[in-house]
């Protein structure tokens, strides 16, 4: 068992070399560029850069605490099921004030809901401060709810201002539903993101205890693993050039196939008495990877199957058995036996995975011959409107 320095060594070479994998092939993208494919509308790139400037700092927030949230519970005393039902409690939040979230922040207005986030984000900040396991349950539930103010209150903040300057149709949820269940292509991507998804959130619950033990910074793991989800994102951007053509269909199945290899390796190197904190950091870096092949690809394919007028209600519906199923995962598939519970629920969450991959097999069988989820033969970027 690799422990201590080895493990420190192993997660920073980890990080340099991802870190100088990604700027080489950004640095590599811009040189091959085309002059003349950079927005043409100033006015444009300046909404943009308010937008992001705000937005990013609301999700830096959120991912600066991500590697030490469990670590922090650890800290406390709490067993690993007393940690996974914090983690369950916010994940049921999110479900129930993710539902609500569009009528609310309608309700209340853009600019409100985003300051409501401010305020319940740093509220669910310093319920941490606190070692009471209830005033902890109320911290997760809060971060339900800023999560599903993050990700709507901001948007719709977003949307607004294209529709004020481009005429774009509004959303409704009761359509999202009936869309949903009319087009199979709509009902299988929900299939393969809920399944994909719900291993993705439980993966974020397990990473620290299974590495944590062997001395492993956390910090820098983390950072080996946003380092990873860009280095995939950047091969995505390559295979879907116009050199290689690969169609986001192909990097969905891929992103799949990796999760699965990955869980596989997970199921072994985390085993009762024959840990491998290398082999599973490894197996975490390639899920990472996947990621950054699979967020693009399936954000591509959404955009394609799901009409415009009903995005964000289809959305909706599809982080519903998102979370119920990583709910149940952490709920029914761990117990307070780290060693056996671990291992029992990367087993669990292979067979989930296979079952995406199963799902996309269905999908690739309905969509065979649709040229509309085909990425056009590129003169320069594929989907990159001039503005």
Same mark, same amino acid.
């Given at each position: 068992?690799?422990?201590?320095?080895?493990?420190?060594?192993?997660?920073?070479?980890?990080?340099?070399?991802?870190?100088?994998?990604?700027?080489?092939?950004?640095?590599?993208?811009?040189?091959?560029?085309?002059?003349?494919?950079?927005?043409?509308?100033?006015?444009?790139?300046?909404?943009?850069?308010?937008?992001?400037?705000?937005?990013?700092?609301?999700?830096?927030?959120?991912?600066?605490?991500?590697?030490?949230?469990?670590?922090?519970?650890?800290?406390?005393?709490?067993?690993?099921?007393?940690?996974?039902?914090?983690?369950?409690?916010?994940?049921?939040?999110?479900?129930?004030?993710? !539902?609500?979230?569009?009528? &609310? /922040?309608?309700?209340?207005?853009?600019?409100?809901?985003?300051? #409501? %986030?401010? +305020? @319940?984000? $740093?509220?669910?900040?310093?319920?941490?401060?606190?070692?009471?396991?209830?005033?902890?349950?109320?911290?997760?539930?809060?971060?339900?709810?800023?999560?599903?103010?993050?990700?709507?209150?901001?948007?719709?903040?977003?949307?607004?201002?294209?529709?004020?300057?481009?005429?774009?149709?509004?959303?409704?949820?009761?359509?999202?539903?009936?869309?949903?269940?009319?087009?199979?292509?709509?009902?299988?991507?929900?299939?393969?993101?809920?399944?994909?998804?719900?291993?993705?959130?439980?993966?974020?619950?397990?990473?620290?205890?299974?590495?944590?033990?062997?001395?492993?910074?956390?910090?820098?793991?983390?950072?080996?693993?946003?380092?990873?989800?860009?280095?995939?994102?950047?091969?995505?951007?390559?295979?879907?050039?116009?050199?290689?053509? !690969?169609?986001?269909?192909? &990097? /969905?199945?891929?992103?799949?196939?990796?999760?699965?290899?990955? #869980? %596989?390796? +997970? @199921?072994? $190197?985390?085993?009762?008495?024959?840990?491998?904190?290398?082999?599973?950091?490894?197996?975490?870096?390639?899920?990472?990877?996947?990621?950054?092949?699979?967020?693009?690809?399936?954000?591509?394919?959404?955009?394609?199957?799901?009409?415009?007028?009903?995005?964000?209600?289809?959305?909706?519906?599809?982080?519903?058995?998102?979370?119920?199923?990583?709910?149940?995962?952490?709920?029914?598939?761990?117990?307070?036996?780290?060693?056996?519970?671990?291992?029992?629920?990367?087993?669990?969450?292979?067979?989930?995975?296979?079952?995406?991959?199963?799902?996309?097999?269905?999908?690739?069988?309905?969509?065979?011959?649709?040229?509309?989820?085909?990425?056009?033969?590129?003169?320069?970027?594929?989907?990159?409107?001039?503005?």
């Amino acid at each position: 068992v690799v422990r201590g320095p080895a493990m420190l060594v192993t997660a920073y070479i980890a990080f340099v070399v991802l870190l100088a994998s990604c700027l080489g092939l950004e640095l590599s993208r811009c040189r091959a560029k085309p002059s003349g494919r950079a927005c043409s509308n100033p006015s444009f790139v300046r909404f943009q850069l308010d937008f992001y400037q705000v937005y990013f700092l609301a999700l830096a927030a959120d991912w600066l605490q991500a590697p030490y949230l469990y670590k922090l519970y650890q800290h406390y005393h709490f067993l690993e099921g007393q940690i996974a039902i914090l983690y369950v409690c916010g994940l049921a939040s999110t479900v129930l004030f993710g !539902l609500v979230a569009s009528s &609310l /922040v309608d309700w209340l207005g853009r600019k409100k809901s985003c300051v #409501l %986030f401010s +305020l @319940t984000y $740093s509220l669910c900040c310093l319920t941490k401060l606190s070692r009471d396991y209830f005033v902890l349950l109320v911290g997760r539930a809060l971060g339900g709810l800023s999560t599903a103010l993050l990700f709507s209150a901001f948007e719709a903040w977003y949307i607004h201002e294209h529709v004020e300057r481009h005429d774009f149709p509004a959303e409704t949820c009761a359509g999202g539903l009936r869309c949903l269940l009319s087009d199979r292509r709509v009902l299988l991507l929900g299939t393969i993101q809920a399944l994909f998804e719900s291993v993705i959130f439980i993966f974020v619950f397990l990473w620290t205890p299974v590495l944590d033990p062997h001395g492993a910074p956390l910090g820098i793991i983390f950072s080996s693993f946003m380092a990873a989800s860009l280095l995939g994102s950047s091969l995505y951007r390559i295979a879907t050039s116009k050199r290689y053509h !690969l169609q986001p269909m192909h &990097l /969905v199945s891929l992103a799949v196939l990796i999760v699965v290899f990955s #869980l %596989f390796m +997970l @199921t072994f $190197s985390t085993s009762p008495g024959q840990e491998s904190p290398v082999e599973s950091f490894i197996a975490f870096l390639l899920i990472e990877l996947a990621c950054g092949l699979y967020f693009p690809s399936m954000s591509f394919l959404r955009r394609k199957v799901i009409p415009e007028t009903e995005q964000a209600g289809v959305l909706n519906w599809f982080r519903v058995p998102l979370h119920l199923l990583a709910c149940l995962g952490l709920l029914v598939l761990h117990d307070s036996d780290r060693k056996t519970g671990t291992r029992n629920m990367f087993s669990i969450c292979s067979a989930v995975m296979v079952m995406a991959l199963l799902a996309v097999v269905g999908l690739f069988t309905v969509v065979r011959h649709d040229a509309e989820l085909r990425v056009p033969s590129p003169t320069g970027e594929p989907y990159a409107p001039e503005l």
